[in-house]
């Protein structure tokens, strides 16, 4: 054994002894993480393993301050400060007088119950917090440091390097031959998307989405803190793993939620995450990054089999991962759905729905006619009926927008639905329009509701106060006076949801998927 490890293991010990009280002792194999009592003290290894190194005493504090400075952009109440150490390593001193012989990141402790992993594994992971992450997140990649166009980071060429570095080190790893095959299949596919998609992740970056992110954001990395879910043990070791497109990011959690079998959260998280930031462009390169995350799993569960005695069930892993990346990669007909239906019908309720049940991404009238006039979805614009953003031409400029961002769903290879009134004709048609361009289905959701029901949930709505939309009784007596109702051709591609009425949700994905294969694009 190295020296300094066997002096740091002294230290650590002794630590144990000094700390007064029922100590427990984590370890990996970057890393010492002393529990006590109220606190925890995470010493670095001095290990070089390449994509890390902590060498070096003057190496491990900078790397000590860099985790304290990157969590507490997320964390500030759980990082708490750098600790040098002084003394000696069989008789270590914290009260910060002498030399350092070593430093600790010091933490505020919480119970491991409270990881998100574990809390989904009970099954007690809110829809509402995995909104709530979604916001979260988005609001952390809105600010954060944006990678200027003279770094290296985030360049295509940079992206592509851990992906198929995956492949590199996974290979010889492998004896079965269905192993390699569908190894080499993923391998092909990665290669044949970057390529297809080098100029969407060059710009990508020129779009300042490339930017300092958390790295290694999962559900293990998050705990939940005072009913709040908190991203925590940001990649401190490695720019490149951390200056990434925030996409990659949003990968790699919607992967782990779909990895711990939980696709609904998943689709939840992403719509959610995109409603925020109306960063539908990432689409593009969505699958890739999907692909990407898994992969890395993958490797992970093969390095491991190697090393564990029970090896068969990493392999199981392994493999269960190869397939999640396959399951990633099956291209499928997209389709593009409109919603129809009065305020207070349940469009938004029908579309969460279909959302969390299938893959297609919604786009919200009432979201993206904020956003073109720099308002948040819950914020309120102060505007009256047919005034200022809900004018006519405000309107006409959501009605592009919303068309804008269907069509670059589609373009990305998944299906769309916009959530949004559609009373007029000419609103229908434009769309319809646009699905016989795109030569894909077209599908009308027709949600309907009784109108004494639908006063009732406008006043509901307007007293709560939690929602995207503002229309109030004056808007929904106003849409019942002047609404132009579907004709025949449309009724044709329609399916009547009735809110009033209890909706099997599946039912109604087969219905929805029923009707676009049989709408035969024109």
């Known amino acids: 054994m190295?020296?300094?490890?066997?002096?740091?293991?002294?230290?650590?010990?002794?630590?144990?002894?000094?700390?007064?009280?029922?100590?427990?002792?984590?370890?990996?194999?970057?890393?010492?993480?002393?529990?006590?009592?109220?606190?925890?003290?995470?010493?670095?290894?001095?290990?070089?393993?390449?994509?890390?190194?902590?060498?070096?005493?003057?190496?491990?504090?900078?790397?000590?301050?860099?985790?304290?400075?990157?969590?507490?952009?997320?964390?500030?109440?759980?990082?708490?400060?750098?600790?040098?150490?002084?003394?000696?390593a069989d008789h270590p001193d914290l009260s910060g007088t002498g030399p350092a012989i070593e430093y600790a990141v010091k933490m505020r402790r919480f119970p491991q119950s409270c990881l998100l992993d574990q809390v989904l594994l009970h099954g007690e992971l809110a829809p509402e917090t995995v909104d709530a992450i979604a916001r979260r997140i988005a609001d952390f990649h809105g600010h954060t440091s944006i990678a200027d166009n003279e770094s290296p980071f985030g360049?295509?060429?940079?992206?592509?390097?851990?992906?198929?570095?995956?492949?590199?080190?996974?290979?010889?790893?492998?004896?079965?031959?269905?192993?390699?095959?569908?190894?080499?299949?993923?391998?092909?596919?990665?290669?044949?998307?970057?390529?297809?998609?080098?100029?969407?992740?060059?710009?990508?970056?020129?779009?300042?989405?490339?930017?300092?992110?958390?790295?290694?954001?999962?559900?293990?990395?998050?705990?939940?803190?005072?009913?709040?879910?908190?991203?925590?043990?940001?990649?401190?070791?490695?720019?490149?793993?951390?200056?990434?497109?925030?996409?990659?990011?949003?990968?790699?959690?919607?992967?782990?939620?779909?990895?711990?079998?939980?696709?609904?959260?998943?689709?939840?998280?992403?719509?959610?995450?995109?409603?925020?930031?109306?960063?539908?462009?990432?689409?593009?390169?969505?699958?890739?990054?999907?692909?990407?995350?898994?992969?890395?799993?993958?490797?992970?569960?093969?390095?491991?089999?190697?090393?564990?005695?029970?090896?068969?069930?990493?392999?199981?892993?392994?493999?269960?991962?190869?397939?999640l990346a396959a399951d990633f990669t099956r291209p499928f007909q997209p389709f593009l759905a409109i919603t129809h239906g009065f305020s207070g019908a349940g469009k938004t309720t029908v579309t969460q729905s279909l959302l969390e049940a299938t893959s297609l991404f919604r786009v919200r009238s009432d979201v993206e006619r904020k956003r073109l006039y720099g308002l948040k979805p819950e914020a309120r614009s102060g505007a009256g009926t047919?005034?200022?953003?809900?004018?006519?031409?405000?309107?006409?400029?959501?009605?592009?927008?919303?068309?804008?961002?269907?069509?670059?769903?589609?373009?990305?290879?998944?299906?769309a639905i916009v959530d949004a009134a559609f009373l007029k004709r000419r609103e229908r048609t434009a769309f319809h329009e646009l699905a016989q361009e795109l030569s894909i289905p077209f599908v009308i959701l027709d949600v309907t509701a009784p109108e004494n029901l639908l006063r009732e949930r406008v006043k509901q709505r307007m007293q709560h106060g939690r929602d995207a939309s503002e229309a109030d009784i004056t808007v929904l007596e106003n849409q019942l006076r002047n609404s132009e109702p579907l004709d025949a051709s449309e009724l044709a591609v329609a399916i009547e949801v009735d809110t009033e009425q209890a909706e099997n949700v599946q039912a109604l994905v087969q219905r929805l998927a029923g009707m676009a294969r049989s709408t035969t694009p024109i």
């Open 2 to 88: 190295d020296a300094t490890l066997a002096r740091q293991e002294i230290l650590v010990t002794a630590l144990r002894n000094a700390l007064g009280e029922s100590v427990e002792i984590v370890e990996t194999h970057i890393s010492w993480v002393l529990l006590a009592g109220d606190y925890a003290y995470k010493i670095k290894k001095a290990v070089d393993l390449g994509f890390l190194d902590f060498s070096t005493l003057e190496k491990r504090r900078f790397y000590c301050a860099e985790e304290l400075r990157l969590n507490r952009r997320l964390a500030p109440d759980l990082y708490l400060e750098v600790v040098p150490i002084a003394g000696s």
């Open 155 to 323: 360049t295509p060429e940079l992206t592509h390097l851990p992906v198929a570095e995956n492949f590199a080190q996974i290979r010889p790893r492998l004896r079965d031959k269905e192993d390699l095959i569908r190894l080499d299949k993923l391998e092909r596919w990665s290669e044949r998307e970057y390529q297809a998609r080098f100029d969407a992740l060059a710009a990508r970056k020129a779009r300042s989405f490339v930017r300092e992110c958390h790295g290694d954001l999962h559900l293990g990395n998050m705990v939940l803190l005072d009913g709040e879910a908190v991203p925590f043990d940001c990649i401190e070791f490695s720019d490149n793993l951390r200056w990434i497109d925030v996409i990659s990011e949003t990968a790699f959690l919607a992967m782990d939620l779909q990895d711990r079998e939980r696709p609904d959260l998943a689709r939840r998280f992403l719509n959610a995450y995109l409603e925020q930031t109306g960063d539908y462009e990432g689409l593009e390169v969505l699958s890739y990054y999907l692909v990407y995350r898994a992969m890395v799993r993958a490797k992970v569960a093969c390095i491991r089999a190697g090393q564990a005695k029970l090896s068969a069930d990493h392999w199981t892993q392994y493999r269960n991962h190869i397939e």
């Open 386 to 415: 047919g005034e200022g953003m809900y004018s006519p031409v405000a309107s006409e400029r959501t009605y592009r927008r919303l068309a804008e961002v269907a069509r670059g769903i589609i373009h990305s290879g998944f299906s």
